[in-house]
């Protein structure tokens, strides 16, 4: 079970920050991912995490903003989000792979677990 929380309302160059709490099994060991999905578009990857840590991968349109971690002893994922747009509102979404890679994936096919979600809105 993955439940993803820490969404909000926020202005425009504000941030937030997104948690994804992993529960009934060990994630320790899985990529990890952020995805979203704003309202009449498909779900798009934004983030991956190797399961160490020591590797990420970010869309073009986060890199530099947005900032994704882990602490396995906590079996949780963040997204720290900076300088938010308006753009960015959307309903995020934490995932994980189940089969053992090493390196961090924006391929959404390959994630076999997901979280319910949790919205965020940017205002202008």
């Known amino acids: 079970q993955l439940q993803a929380s820490g969404g909000g309302l926020v202005q425009a160059g504000g941030s937030l920050r997104l948690s994804c709490a992993a529960s009934?099994?060990?994630?320790?060991?899985?990529?990890m991912g952020w995805f979203r999905q704003a309202p009449g578009k498909d779900r798009e990857f934004v983030a991956s995490?190797?399961?160490?840590?020591?590797?990420?991968y970010y869309a073009d349109s986060v890199k530099g903003r947005f900032t994704i971690s882990r602490d396995n002893t906590k079996n949780t994922v963040y997204l720290q989000m900076n300088s938010l747009k308006p753009e960015d509102t959307a309903v995020y979404y934490c995932?994980?792979?189940?089969?053992?890679?090493?390196?961090?994936?924006?391929?959404?096919?390959?994630?076999?677990?997901w979280g319910q979600g949790t919205l965020v809105t940017v205002s202008s």
């Open positions: 995932a994980a792979v189940r089969q053992f890679t090493a390196q961090p994936t924006g391929n959404i096919g390959e994630y076999d677990y």
């Open positions: 009934g099994r060990t994630f320790s060991s899985y990529v």
């Open positions: 995490i190797s399961w160490s840590g020591s590797s990420t």
